[in-house]
């Protein structure tokens, strides 16, 4: 989840302190210093928005834990950028919370990756009313945490707006660290295979869109990225490792949708990390 609005604050931070200073909190809440957001528990970093304050008011709950809690539009608009821990949400309950509170599903739900490493679902809805709120909604996973993120703004356009800006996060590979030796009967661990042999299995391939900005400014080029892929056959995580950077989220959401058949090592499914490349052709 995923390009993906990730700063932990302490409660009792003020705004003037927050854009003068950094914020020290736990190893698994991160810090910002200048502006710049980075967590190595979740391997994010992030430059924060111009304009954009920080509510010091969030607030943390038994079952879910408010992360960052973000003011685009200043203190008094509706404008809201939240994500937060969750051990109990889902998509369907939370369009189920929603619709209980008279929000209404518009556009479809998605599959979205946040910063070419946080994979999950994006659902929008509406709330009718003097003003009108549009509201959206990724839920995703990271380095096994279960995040939930949420966008709230005056109209669809502007809500377009705080997307993109949510897709600025960067996430970070961590294929670099060292891998745990393969085993029999170690179904868990990470074998490193070729492009060219897995490309074998692969069992179903979304063609990636081409950008229409990309296409008119005769932007074309491959864009080559890092992916482990699960024991069932899934795209778990997705890096960028080059390319155009006007082509890179549409190679992330094709790729993100391929599926494979299992690479079996002794007889049992394991998780691959492989390289995979997507050329981008002006025809």
């Known amino acids: 989840m995923t390009n993906s609005i990730l700063v932990f604050i302490a409660a009792c931070l003020s705004t003037a302190a927050f854009a003068q200073s950094a914020v020290d909190t736990s190893a698994d809440l991160g810090s910002v210093h200048d502006g710049v957001y980075a967590n190595q528990f979740l391997g994010i970093s992030w430059d924060l928005p111009n304009g954009w304050i920080v509510d010091d008011r969030a607030a943390v709950g038994e079952n879910q834990q408010t992360l960052l809690r973000l003011l685009p539009g200043g203190r008094e608009s509706i404008e809201l950028a939240e994500v937060r821990y969750s051990n109990d949400e889902d998509s369907e309950k939370i369009a189920s919370d929603l619709k209980a509170k008279g929000w209404e599903t518009v556009g479809k739900t998605g599959y979205v990756t946040l910063g070419g490493g946080i994979v999950g679902s994006r659902s929008d809805f509406r709330l009718g009313g003097t003003p009108e709120k549009y509201l959206a909604i990724f839920v995703g ?113 094709a790729v993100s949708q391929w599926t494979y058949r299992p690479y079996l090592l002794q007889g049992s499914p394991v998780e691959v990390e492989t390289q995979i490349t997507v050329n981008f052709v002006l025809r």
Not at 141 to 164: D, I, N, Q
Not at 217 to 233: D, P
């Open 141 to 253: 996973e990271r380095r096994g945490e279960h995040l939930v993120f949420s966008l709230t703004a005056p109209s669809p356009e502007r809500l377009g707006e705080l997307v993109h800006a949510v897709l600025q996060i960067r996430v970070h590979p961590d294929w670099g660290l060292p891998e745990e030796p393969i085993g029999v009967g170690s179904a868990s661990k990470r074998v490193r295979i070729s492009q060219g042999v897995f490309q074998t299995l692969l069992k179903e391939k979304v063609q990636p869109k081409y950008p229409k900005e990309a296409r008119k400014q005769g932007v074309q080029g491959e864009v080559l990225m890092l992916a482990h892929i699960s024991t069932e056959g899934a795209v778990k995580n997705l890096y960028v490792l080059s390319g155009p950077p006007s082509l890179q989220q549409a190679a992330v959401d």
